[in-house]
C-alpha cells in the first residue's frame, strides 16, 4: 500500500495479522517505515525503544487525530470513528497534512 505524504508517494507496510499487529514495533530500533493498522482505534507503545508518530484516519484517508512523538510506555484510548492508525518514525507526519491519499 502507498500513501501520499507531503506530495509524495510513500510505502506502507499493513499488518493485519494477529501475530504482526500484536508485535507492532515493539522493541525496534531505528525505525524507518511506516505501518498501517486497518479496523484499530487505539494503541499502546509498551516496550518501545524509541518516539513514533501516530495518525489516526477515517476509512477515507481524513486525519481525525495527530500524536507527535508518543513516548514508550504510553496508551492512546479508543477514539470515535477511526478506522486506519498509522504509525511510523517521529517527524514523520506534520499537523499540516489534513488528509493522507492512498495511491
Known sequence: MKIKLNGQPVSVEIY????KRFLGLMGKRNIKKIIVFPRCN???TFF????IDVVMTNKSGTILYYYPCVKPWKIILPKKNVYYTFEGPKN???SEEKELTFV
Open 48 to 51: 518501545m525503544k524509541e518516539e
Open 42 to 44: 487505539s494503541i499502546h
Open 92 to 94: 514523520t507526519f506534520s
Open 16 to 19: 493485519h495479522t494477529f501475530f
